[in-house]
């Protein structure tokens, strides 16, 4: 299905046949643009997944609501049933997606691009982008405005750098990997040793290695490893403002979420969550498929499956049981004091 026409929109009926649904109401009602429940506006399509937010739809301004099966639809709203309402707005949204912004093929004169440097006939060099010699870029690769590739880096096919993305020396990015702007990829590692009451600064001499469909949020960085690599495993996805140390090993389908870090040489197993603004101290082990919590300060191993949150991070359960005793505490106090009455006089005299 093409996307929207300007200024016209997409028929209803047409959305509703590319996701497998029923319309109920008019299929001839133009769809314009997604919005949230509360925020839509005449021309927009928007979703209700959750039973609990019904009520809203008597209210909404949205010209359609894509709707679960099971749930009511009020008088005069036009829906479409789909079996998941979730899902079929995910494939909605890209439709109206417009995609990162253009950059065209081949190189912006105003780019620096050493000479033993071959940009593929499909690729994009953007304006002010300074590539280095010895960089090998993959077919279909386009690199954003103020970008800059140092020397020996490579890229493989269908990457796509949005504007002020570093990826410094001798790293490697796989296929269709997306970093958005800020980003540095291949940072020096923070490697100092003391001596004599001073900090003397370790080489940072290896690579940051990325795997295919990997996207890096904005403002991130990943640093190269002291030797070896820092590796990315394919199709991680890293949000925003996220901090990657020297000789970590993040597996594949990992999800890290914003203010994130993870500590040097530490090893994160394939499928495992990351919430935001979690810790991780160096030289650890998270295993496949576990969950560390928002905030969370992991300070050793954590097993495959576990779930984890809390400072120190632990079996989420005993984290709750933990904060809930925690809230009682001054209640707890006052009745042990009603039960000793001298000690209470004492502490009172104390103080």
């Not at 919430?275 to 991780?280: D, S």
């Amino acid at each position: 299905m093409t996307g929207p026409v300007p200024g016209r929109g997409i028929p209803l009926g047409r959305i509703a046949e590319q996701l497998g649904g029923t319309v109920e109401g008019s299929p001839d009602v133009l769809v314009t643009g997604v919005a949230g429940i509360e925020e839509a506006g005449e021309g927009d399509l928007t979703f209700v997944a959750n039973p609990k937010y019904v009520a809203a739809l008597a209210r909404t301004r949205a010209t359609a609501v894509l709707l679960a099966p099971a749930l009511e639809r009020p008088d005069g709203v036009t829906a479409v049933r789909v079996p998941d309402p979730y899902a079929a707005m995910m494939m909605v949204l890209r439709l109206f997606d417009p995609g990162p912004p253009e950059v065209a093929p081949g190189v912006h004169a105003t780019a620096i691009v050493a000479a033993d440097v071959t940009v593929p006939p499909d690729g994009g060099v953007g304006p002010y982008v300074v590539v280095e010699r010895g960089v090998v870029l993959g077919a279909g690769t386009r690199i954003g405005a103020h970008g800059f590739v140092g020397e020996g880096a490579a890229l493989g096919e269908a990457c796509y750098l949005h504007p002020r993305v570093t990826v410094a020396r001798g790293c490697r990015l796989g296929n269709r990997v997306v970093v958005h702007s800020g980003t540095v990829i291949g940072a020096d590692g923070f490697g100092y040793a003391p001596v004599e009451g001073r900090y003397h600064k370790i080489p940072q001499l290896g690579i940051v290695d990325v795997g295919d469909d990997v996207e890096i949020g904005a403002n991130s960085c990943i640093d190269r490893a002291t030797m070896g690599a820092t590796v990315i495993g394919r199709g991680t996805k890293i949000d925003n403002l996220v901090q990657v140390a020297h000789n970590a090993r993040i597996g594949r389908d990992v999800a890290v979420a914003a203010q994130a870090g993870i500590s040097g040489s530490t090893r994160v197993d394939d499928g495992a969550r990351l919430g935001g603004q979690a810790g991780l101290v160096g030289h650890i082990h998270i295993g496949a498929g576990a969950t560390i919590g928002a905030q969370a300060g992991v300070i050793g191993d954590i097993p495959a499956g576990e779930t984890v949150s809390g400072y120190p991070a632990r079996p989420h359960r005993q984290t709750l049981r933990a904060e809930a005793t925690l809230r009682r505490l001054p209640e707890l106090v006052k009745r042990l004091r009603a039960l000793d009455p001298e000690r209470k006089s004492t502490e009172e005299e104390s103080s």
